[in-house]
Every structure is written in structure tokens, then in C-alpha cells.
């Protein structure tokens, strides 16, 4: 197994889903862990079963951002590894997305992973390291009519990921983006589960850890020389 011993990692998102099977499996590789989260009991419920820390924190909200960042750097004195992992759908039209819908949706998947890097680049350039990784979708490589807010970020951080790439690549800091199909979530409640079967030549949804071991490895010493890259995780769907 992938070992990330000694590394201070940051989840967003990780009160449920993949942001807390992502803390699971961090936690398991040797990292020490902070969740961050706006739904506080469920968040700190995760932290208490897998053994990493809570902290409340909106993405959208730059004030919130400092704050994170101050108390992991006073606690550890670095931050190695932080995952874009917070994001909301809303099933909307283009021609019925309401602005407020659309900038709702833009504040936590786009501007929140913005604010993030950030606010942790003159942490990692400091030290010489760091690994961000973007949850991006693979609704961010075809249309997404039904959700289409959602699917302007999931684009848009495809390219905010290989800017900041470009940018940080020269201080040792890679930035990647994963882009899942269909994960077992309270993301896809709703969704017709045969139809998302069917479309996918695996037939199964996949796991949160899933994702979190593709986390992982962009988070370990194993992926060094990979930055600026779509890492595709959708059991062929897209194939
Ligand atoms: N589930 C899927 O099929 C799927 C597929 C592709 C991509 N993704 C992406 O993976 C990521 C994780 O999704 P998930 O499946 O675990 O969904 P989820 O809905 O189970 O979890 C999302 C988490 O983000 C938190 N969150 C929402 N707004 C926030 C805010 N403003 N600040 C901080 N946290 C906030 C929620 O409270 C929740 O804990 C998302 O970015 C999502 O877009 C999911």
C-alpha cells in the first residue's frame, strides 16, 4: 500500500462521501488529517471514527480559508497535500438556472478550490512541496444539460487546475484533478442507478475509496513527476 507517513493533508468536503472516505484512507496511509466541512455534526463524527480533525469551514468564504490554513500551520508547521473535494449539484437547465442557482454552484466548485490553492501556495512554495488535487468530474468533459452549472465548474476547474500547474510547478508544487463517474453518494441519490450501470462497462458505481486511493496516490512521493493532469476514474464510461 501507498505510504504518506509524516504528510499534513487538508480535505474539503469531508463531513460524508468521498471526503470522508478519502480521510479513511489517509489516515490508513499514515497522513495526519483535517476534514473541513459546513455540516458540523456529521463532520465531526467522521473525524472522531477514523481519527483525523474537524474544522467548520464554507470554501466560498476567503476568511474561512485563512482561518484553516493558520491553525494547520500551528499545529504541524506545513500542509503537504490539500484536496479540492467540497462541491453541490443542482439539477437545473442553462435555461432554468437562475443566477442566484448559478452563483451558488460557482462559489463552493470553482471559487473554493481557487480560494484554496491560494491559500496554501505560499505554505507549500515555503517548504519546496505539495500536492493539490482537484475534484473535478466527467461531467466537465462532454455537456451536462441537466445540471448545468455544475458542469461549468467541473470544466472550469479542469483549467484552473492546469494553470496553477504551470504556476507552481517550478516550487515542487504539483496540482492534478480527478474526474469520477458515478460514486456511491448522497450526490447521485435520485439518479437513475440502472441507467448509470448500464452506461458503464465495469456495471457497478464506484466505491468513495476508490477515489480516495486515486487521491492517495497523487498525494504520495509515488506520483511525483505527474502535474497539471485529468486523472479519469469512471469505470469506462467515458472509454
Ligand atoms: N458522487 C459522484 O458521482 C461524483 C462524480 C463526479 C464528481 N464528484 C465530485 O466529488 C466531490 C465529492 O462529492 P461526493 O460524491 O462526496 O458528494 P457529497 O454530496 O456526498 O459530499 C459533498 C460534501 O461537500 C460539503 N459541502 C457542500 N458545500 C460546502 C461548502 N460551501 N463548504 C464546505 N463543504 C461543503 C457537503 O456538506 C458534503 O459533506 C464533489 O466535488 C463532486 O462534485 C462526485
Given at each position: 500500500m501507498i505510504r504518506i507517513d509524516g504528510k499534513v493533508a487538508i480535505i474539503t468536503?469531508?463531513?460524508?462521501g468521498q471526503g470522508a472516505a478519502t480521510a479513511g484512507v489517509f489516515v490508513a496511509a499514515g497522513a495526519t488529517v483535517y476534514i473541513t466541512d459546513v455540516d458540523d455534526a456529521e463532520g465531526e463524527a467522521v473525524a472522531s471514527s477514523c481519527g483525523c480533525t474537524y474544522l467548520h469551514h464554507d470554501v466560498s468564504q476567503p476568511a474561512e480559508w485563512a482561518a484553516v490554513v493558520d491553525r494547520v500551520v500551528a499545529d504541524?508547521?506545513?500542509?503537504d497535500v490539500l484536496v479540492n473535494n467540497a462541491g453541490i449539484i443542482e439539477w437545473r437547465t442553462m435555461t432554468d438556472t437562475s443566477l442566484e442557482v448559478w452563483e451558488r454552484v460557482v462559489a463552493v466548485n470553482q471559487t473554493g478550490p481557487l480560494l484554496g490553492m491560494q491559500a496554501v501556495a505560499p505554505v507549500m512554495k515555503r517548504q519546496g512541496s505539495g500536492s493539490i488535487v482537484n475534484l473535478s468530474s466527467i461531467g466537465g468533459l462532454g455537456g451536462?444539460?441537466?445540471c448545468f452549472a455544475y458542469g461549468a465548474t467541473k470544466w472550469a476547474l479542469r483549467g484552473m487546475t492546469r494553470g496553477a500547474a504551470q504556476e507552481l510547478g517550478p516550487f515542487g508544487i504539483r496540482v492534478n484533478a480527478i474526474l469520477p463517474g458515478?460514486?456511491?453518494?448522497?450526490?447521485?441519490?435520485?439518479?437513475d442507478r440502472e441507467n448509470l450501470i448500464k452506461a458503464t462497462p465495469l456495471r457497478r458505481i464506484a466505491q468513495p475509496e476508490e477515489i480516495g486511493r486515486l487521491s492517495l496516490w497523487l498525494a504520495s512521493?509515488?506520483?511525483?513527476?505527474?502535474?497539471g493532469a485529468d486523472h479519469v476514474i469512471d469505470g469506462g464510461m467515458k472509454a
Open positions: 468536503g469531508g463531513s460524508r504541524h508547521g506545513r500542509i451536462s444539460s441537466p458515478s460514486v456511491e453518494s448522497q450526490m447521485i441519490a435520485g439518479m512521493d509515488e506520483s511525483g513527476y505527474v502535474t
